[in-house]
C-alpha cells in the first residue's frame, strides 16, 4: 500500500541553524509533492510545490529537493526561528491531479 | 476572500447522535476535500468533491459517514450514529482546479463524542 513516512517526528534547533526535514515515500509515482505548514489548532498551509521533473524549489528561507530515484523530498528552512516552529507535512499528488496523500507530519521546534 | 470556512468550531455530543459538519469553500474554486485528523492516524481523506459531484469517498469509514455537495459554496459531513472513535478534527479543503493543485484549508472541528 501507498506509504509516506516523515522521518522524524520531532527536530529541536537553535535558531539562525538550518532545519532540514525529510519525506520518503513508497509504492507511489507522485507528480506532485507539497510541503505544509501546521500551527497548533489550525488547518495546514501550503508552502511549497515541487513537479516531479524538478530538483529544487526555493522560497525565500524554504528550499525543497525532490529525488523520484530515493522517492525522497527534503525541506530546509535556513536562518531558523522561532517563529518557524511549526508541525511541517510533506502530500504527493499522482498525474491524475487527485487528491493529496499526507505525511503525519513533523514537528520542528527552534528554541532561541 | 474569508477563506474556507467551517462550522462548528467545536462540537461535544453523545455517542448515539447525529452530527453534522459544515463547509463554505473559496468561491470559485472547483474542488472540495473533507479530511479527519487525529493523532495515531495523522491527516486522512475522507472524501472529495469536483463540481459539486463525490469523485472518491473511498476513506469514508463507515456507512455512518455521509457527505453531500448540494451547490458550489456549501458542503455537510454528516455522522450518524456517532461513536466515541468519531472523535478526531475535521477539515475541510478547497482547491481551483484541479486535485493535485494547492489546497487551502479551513480552520477546523474539533468533535468529541462522549
Known amino acids: 500500500s501507498q506509504k509516506i513516512e516523515q522521518n522524524s517526528e520531532a527536530l529541536n534547533i537553535q535558531e539562525g541553524k538550518t532545519a532540514t526535514l525529510t519525506c520518503n515515500y513508497t509504492?507511489?509515482?507522485?507528480?506532485?509533492l507539497q510541503w505544509y505548514r501546521q500551527d497548533p489548532g489550525r488547518g495546514p498551509v501550503f508552502l511549497l510545490l515541487i513537479r516531479e521533473n524538478e530538483k529544487e524549489k526555493r522560497k525565500e528561507r524554504l528550499k525543497v529537493t525532490f529525488d523520484t530515484t530515493l522517492k525522497q523530498s527534503l525541506f530546509h528552512i535556513t536562518a531558523s526561528q522561532p517563529a518557524d516552529s511549526a508541525t511541517y507535512l510533506c502530500a504527493l499528488s499522482n498525474q491524475a491531479g487527485t487528491a493529496l496523500i499526507f505525511g503525519k507530519g513533523t514537528t520542528l521546534s527552534v528554541s532561541s | 476572500d474569508a477563506g474556507v470556512i467551517q462550522s462548528p468550531r467545536h462540537e461535544v455530543t453523545e455517542m448515539g447522535q447525529e452530527v453534522t459538519l459544515r463547509c463554505k469553500p473559496i468561491s470559485g474554486h472547483d474542488y472540495l476535500f473533507w479530511y479527519r485528523q487525529t493523532m495515531m492516524r495523522g491527516l486522512e481523506l475522507l472524501i472529495y468533491?469536483?463540481?459539486?459531484?463525490?469523485?472518491?469517498d473511498s476513506g469514508m469509514p463507515e456507512d455512518r459517514f455521509s457527505a453531500k455537495m448540494p451547490n458550489a459554496s456549501f458542503s455537510t459531513l454528516k455522522i450518524q450514529p456517532s461513536e466515541p472513535r468519531d472523535s478526531a478534527v475535521y477539515f475541510c479543503?478547497?482547491?481551483?482546479?484541479?486535485?493535485?493543485?494547492?489546497?487551502?484549508f479551513g480552520p477546523g472541528t474539533r468533535l468529541t463524542v462522549l
Open positions: 509504492n507511489y509515482s507522485p507528480a506532485y
Open positions: 468533491f469536483n463540481n459539486n459531484v463525490p469523485i472518491d
Open positions: 479543503a478547497s482547491s481551483p482546479n484541479r486535485g493535485g493543485d494547492t489546497q487551502y
